[in-house]
C-alpha cells in the first residue's frame, strides 16, 4: 500500500511538474465538464479531456480544465489523509479565482441515432464562485451534430478549439490608440 502510495505521488508530481508554466500575460479559460444526457457519461468525459487538449494548443491562452482540477483535489485529500500539507490547493484556488473565461458544454443524443454538443464560451460572470466558474455572458456558442458515436465528435474539437479561441482573443483585443478623428463635414 505504501509503495503504491509513493508510486502514484511519483506519477502526480512528474505530471504536474510537466504543465506549461502558469502565464500571467495570456488570459486563463476554464474548461467545465461537458454535462451529458444519461447514459452518455463516458463519452462527456472523453469530449471534455479532448476539447480541453483542443484548447490548450492555442498558445495564447492558459487553460485549466475541470478534470485536471478534480485531479489536484484528490491528491490533496490524499496528502491530507496521511498527513502531509499540499500547497497545490493554494496554488489551484488562486488559479480559478483569476479565470478570465469559461467554457461549458452539454451532450444530449438527438432523432435519428445523432449526438449533439452544444458548448458556449463567454467571459467570467463577476459574481461566480471560484468553484464553480460560469458565464453570464456568451461570446460563441456553437453545434456540432454527428451521426452515432462521440467518435465523431471528438474529430471536429480542433475546429471547435480554434473557433473558440478565435471568439475568445477578440474580446481581449484591446488598443490604447486615441479614436480615428471624425470625418469634417461638408458645408
Known sequence: MRQSLFVVVGLLAGAAAAQAPVAADRPLIFVADIAPAPGLDADAS???SALCGAIAKDKRFDVLCAPDVRQILGFAAMSSATGAASPAVEKLQSRLESVDFVV???????ARDELALVVVAGPRAADSDAS????????VKL??????KSSRLLDRL???????????QLTTTTTTAPPAPLPAKKQ
Not at 461549458?104 to 438527438?110: A, F, Q, W
Not at 453545434?143 to 452515432?148: D, F, R, S
Not at 480542433?158 to 471568439?167: E, L, Q, S, T
Open 46 to 48: 472523453s469530449l471534455t
Open 132 to 139: 464553480a466558474p460560469f458565464t453570464d455572458k456568451v461570446v
Open 104 to 110: 461549458n458544454g452539454t451532450l444530449n443524443p438527438r
Open 158 to 168: 480542433p475546429d471547435v478549439a480554434a473557433r473558440i479561441g478565435k471568439a475568445l
Open 143 to 148: 453545434e456540432e451534430i454527428a451521426p452515432g
